[in-house]
Each structure stands twice: as C-alpha cells, then as structure tokens.
C-alpha cells in the first residue's frame, strides 16, 4: 500500500513539475504523468491488498471475501485509454504547433490574443497573424 | 404516473445513442462533405425527435431509466432523466439543430473538413450522456468525449491562431477532468459506490463533513468545466478563435453542461456542508463580476459575448449555493435561457459580420439603417441577458434573485442587480458601435449576393423561443418544479 502511495505522489511531482514546464511537448508529457498519478489513486480507491482473482465459485452468489475488487480495475482502464486518446492529440498538437507556428515555448504562444495597441484598447483581431 | 415499459426505458438512452449514431456515419462519409451534412442533418432532426419523445415520457412518468444489460441498478451504468436532464437534452438537440442548419448560410461558415459533422454529434453525443447518465464515473466519460469533440472542433480549421487556442484549452481542461476523476475516486473510495441513487443513501451514511474534501475538489472540478472563477482562463483564451456556428454551440453546451453536473452533485446527490455552500455563493459573485468587467475591455463582439458567458456562469452557479427547490428550478430555467439567447448572440453577431465586414467593434458600424430588422434581434436578444421583462432572461435572473434575497444574502443580491447593469453596458456597446453609429468607411453599403436564408431563420427561431420562454415562464417553471422539490438539495 505505502509503495502504491510514494508511486502515487512521484508520478503526481514529476507530472506537475513538467507540466508548469513552458516548453510544450515537457508539458503534455507532465499532463500524461499527472493523469496516470491519478489513475494510482483511482486503483487505490477500491482498495488494494486483496490479490484473489474476482471470481464466483459455482454455486456460490457472491465472491470470496479476499477477492479483489474487480471495479476499479475496468475504470482504471477506462481513464487510461481516454487518457492515451488525449495524449496521442496533444502530442500531434504540438507538433502541429511547433511546425506551423514555430514555437515550443509557451510564454511566447500569444497568437489568439493579440494584445493592447498604444491606446490600451486591444488590437483587432481580423489580420491573420 | 404509471410504471414506463421498455421502449420507453431505452428513451433514457436514445438521446445518446441517436448522436453517435450519427457520429459514425458521417466520420464514414468524411470523404463525401454533401452526404456527411445530409447524414448530420438527418441525425440532428433525430436526436431533436428523440428528445421531445423523451420529454413527453418525462412528463408523463415522472422519469424514464435504464440500465444497460439489465444489471442491478447499483451494479450496473445507470441512465435516468428526469425532467431537469429532459429539458437539457432537448434544449441541446435544438441548439445543436439550429447550429447545423446555420452552417448551410455564408456568415462565418466552418472550414469545409469531412470530420466537422462527426465532431457536431459527438459534442451532442457527450452532452447529453452527461445530462442523462446517473453514474459518477460515467459522468466523467461523458466529459471526456465533449472534451475530446471539442478539442477537435478547435483544431479542425488549422490557423495558427486556432492551434494556439487549442493548445490552451487542452491544458487547462485536461486539468479539470484529472481533477474531476480525482475527485471521483476520492468519493468512491469513501462511499464505494458510483451509482447516484446509491450515493445518496451512503453519502448520507457516511456525512457530508467527511466527503467535503472530494466534494471540494469535484467542485473545483466542475468550476473548472463550467467557467467559474478563478478557474475559467481557457474560455477567453480559445473561443473566439471559433468559426460562429461551432461557437454558438460550444456556448450552449459545454459551459452548461459542467454548471449542470455541479447542480446533479451538489444539489441532488450529495448535501454538501454549509460553509462549502457559502464558498460558493462567493464563487458565483467573483464570477458574475470577473466575467463581466473582463467583457467590458474588449472591442470584438465574439471576445465581448464570450467572456460573458463566464458572468451569466455566476448566476447559475449562485443558483446552486442557494440550494433549495426555487433556486434549483431558476438554475435549470436560467442554463436553458442562457444556451438559447447565448447562442443566438453569437448567430446574429456573424450575421452582422457578414454584413458589415468585421466583428470588431470599432470598424463597424451602420447596420441600423442598413438592416433595422436585424438590429431589433439583436436588441431582443441583448435585452433578455441583461434581464428586462417579459423576456426570458428577465424571469432567470427573477427567480435566482428573488430566492438569494429570500435566503437573506443581501450582498448577492446586490452584486447580481449591479452586473446585470453592467452586462447592460456591454450589451449598448456592442448596438450603439455596430448598430448605430455609421459605418467607419465612408459610401460603405451592405454586401450583394449573400446566402444568409438560413441563418435568418435560425436566429429568429431561437428568438421565438426565447421570448416564448419569457411569455409563459409558468410552463418550464411547473414542469421543473415537482422534481426540484424532490431533489436532496430540497429536504
């Protein structure tokens, strides 16, 4: 249980530390991290300990008492193919982003707000930029 | 009422599967854009059709339900929608249907991609499963699909602007749903159940001071979904990158969507404490005015409605803090008001784009003289934001209003009243600049040929049931109410 906990809280540091990373690609690779420090949680959620396989002997109605709990497991799985789903965009996202606009840092991506002309009003946004 | 058989039991669903239906054929007819938009047509007349049949057996049943593969109902996923989740659903479908007829118009059509149409439904898809589903984790699979629709909607037109917005709206909701799932498996952890019926009686066991931490963070959560302050940066930073008709459904739809699950978990599964209540009333006033003083700054009539969505957030999510059944029937009246006015802002707003040349305020101007009927819409519509009567607005922010001051918080109360002037500053700015004043380039005339038969229609369709809304209130108020009564956050 206390690895589960320090595998838990490494992958949550490490995700969120490169997820305020400014560059782009080091920040998708956080998000995925942080996602899968979650998904820790989630498994741990229907707690862990019990390692019988969750099946009913026949005859019986319910499943042996040191059975393991087989419902976080299908959600468990559920989260990580969202989360591999999402990562697949980002990653072709950012490379996308790094193709057509020419930036990996994100401070500099200031493209869909164009900032304040000399009046401090905003400028137009109808020029392509 | 009398016990719903099984084809009204799969109503339940149908809204769900009717758009990913839908979905798939037009990804499979991706090649061919003429079929891929009759097949999106088709499917969204569908889902409109299913809808109002859901709301029928909604009204005479009470609430329709099913659970796929017939499991136990705490075993299984559960879809129950009950008449607040009915009159989401259908507004949804309308919204989605009058977004897709829009798009047969010129004003700001989307890109001609073949996935568009898959990418419409599997918003609607997601949408309404999150409306009907009756299970936490479902919930967030539904919010995973709106996101990962959206996000593709966002990408799909490939300017570097868009792709810029994309990426923020990606970090940021992908943040929101982690937190969400966190806050899932914390509630499950301490209740072991996801079912919602289930949740209740063992949220109920185990007390709401020692679920506030999963509460809090599913809260946070959904803030984040919804828009609420301080968690609603990605909104302003991607929305106006949108061509309209995508726009005016993402306004309906997603932020509603997120206030809508805060409602379903706050006010009907789970009793939060009282101080957590509190916090969100707070919340909900940052929000009003964040949202509107930031809408105040910007000079293009997308940026000016966008970030005012986040400010009419404020008031449904007011709605929610107040708990009790007049607040939570004025949030379902206020999110169906504000998906129907909201996007028919942003349709009028590309009518007017099309016709004077630019959404930026200031290199516009003269529509008033040029198409009076038009300026007219946009004032109706401008008007129930703000909250005049008879429209529907009027009757929203009346009933949120009324209940905040019933409950004895003066301080919201005012806040409430003092934004609605505001949002009424913004809504005269955007009329007097493009309306009223000429138009800056001089012999400026309204463009020939245009192909604007469709939007017309769209726009004075949603009008229509807006002020429909607003001229008989009781309708949707008698519907909501019984179920609101009902509702945990009423005992």
Redesign the interface.
């Known amino acids: 249980m206390s690895a589960v906990v320090v595998a838990m809280f490494a992958m949550l540091a490490a995700g969120a530390y490169l997820a305020l990373s400014r560059d782009l690609l080091r920040c998708v690779v956080g998000l995925s991290l942080l996602g899968m420090g979650v998904n820790l949680l989630l498994l741990a959620s229907g707690r862990l300990g019990a390692t019988a396989p969750p099946l009913v002997e026949a005859g019986a109605l319910q499943l042996p008492a040191q059975a393991a709990n087989p419902l976080p497991q299908a959600l468990v799985l559920t989260a990580i193919v969202i989360g591999f789903a999402l990562t697949c965009f980002a990653l072709v996202l950012v490379l996308a982003v790094r193709l057509r606009v020419g930036l990996r840092d994100s401070d500099a991506l200031r493209l869909s707000e164009p900032g304040e002309g000399p009046d401090g009003k905003p400028l137009p946004l109808d020029a392509p930029p | 009422m009398s016990a719903p058989g099984t084809a009204t039991a799969l109503l339940a669903i149908a809204p769900v599967l009717v758009p990913l239906a839908t979905a798939l054929v037009a990804a499979l007819c991706a090649r061919r854009p003429g079929l891929a938009r009759a097949v999106s047509l088709a499917g969204a007349l569908a889902h409109v059709g299913v809808a109002l049949a859901v709301l029928a057996a909604v009204a005479r049943h009470g609430s329709v339900r099913v659970v796929p593969g017939a499991w136990p109902a705490a075993v299984g996923i559960e879809f129950v929608v009950d008449p607040l989740g009915a009159v989401m659903i259908a507004t949804t479908a309308l919204v989605g249907l009058a977004c897709l007829v829009f798009m047969a118009s010129d004003a700001d059509p989307p890109p001609a991609s073949g996935l568009l149409h898959a990418l419409v439904h599997g918003l609607l898809a997601g949408a309404s499963g999150a409306f009907a589903t009756a299970d936490l ?1 479902n919930l ?2 539904w919010f ?1 699909v709106m ?2 629709a959206a ?2 909607l966002l ?1 799909l037109g ?11 709206y ?2 940021l909701n ?2 929101g749903t ?1 937190l969400l ?2 806050a ?3 509630l ?2 301490l209740t072991g159940h ?1 079912n919602f019926a289930a949740l209740r009686e063992a949220g109920a066991g185990v007390g709401g001071d020692v679920l506030a931490p999963a509460l809090v963070l599913a809260g946070v959560a959904l803030l984040v979904k919804s828009g609420g302050f301080p968690v609603f940066a990605w909104l302003p ?2 929305y ?2 949108l061509p309209a008709p995508v726009l005016a459904l993402f306004a309906a739809v997603l932020t509603k969507a997120g206030a809508f699950a805060l409602l379903r978990l706050y006010g009907d599964v789970f009793v939060p404490p009282a101080a957590l209540l509190e916090a969100l009333g707070w919340v909900a006033v940052a929000t009003m005015v964040a949202g509107v003083l930031g809408a105040a ?4 009539m ?2 000016i409605l966008a970030v005012h969505i986040v400010s009419q957030i404020g008031y449904m999510l007011l709605a929610i803090a107040l708990q009790g059944p007049d607040a939570t029937v004025g949030a379902v009246f206020f999110l169906v008001h504000n998906m129907v006015v909201k996007a028919n802002l942003f349709l009028i707003a590309a009518i007017a784009f099309r016709l004077a040349g ?3 305020l ?2 516009i101007g003269g529509l008033w003289r040029a198409h009076p009927v038009l300026a007219l819409l946009f004032l109706l519509q401008a008007l129930s934001l703000v909250g005049l009567p008879p429209l529907s607005g009027f009757w929203a922010k009346f009933i949120v209003l009324r209940e905040t001051l019933a409950q004895g918080h003066v301080a919201w109360a005012v806040a409430g009243f003092a934004v609605s002037l505001l949002t009424l500053y913004s809504m005269a700015k955007i009329w007097l600049a493009a309306f009223w004043k000429p138009h800056p380039v001089k012999g400026w005339t309204t463009p020939g040929p245009t192909r604007l038969g469709p939007a017309w229609a769209v726009a004075w369709g949603l009008a229509g049931l807006s002020l429909a809304m607003g001229l008989f209130p009781q309708v949707l108020v008698d519907a909501l109410a019984p179920t609101a009564a009902s509702l945990a956050g009423g005992r």
Not at chain 2, 158 to 168: E, I, V
Not at chain 2, 297 to 300: I, K, L, R, T, V
């Open positions: 984790f967030y699979v995973e996101l990962l996000l593709g990408a490939g300017s570097r602007r868009q792709l810029d917005a994309t990426f923020k990606f970090v992908v943040l982690l799932l966190a899932i498996a914390a499950y952890g996801l930073a991607s106006h990158t700054y910007h000079w293009d997308r940026r630019s959404y930026d200031r290199r």
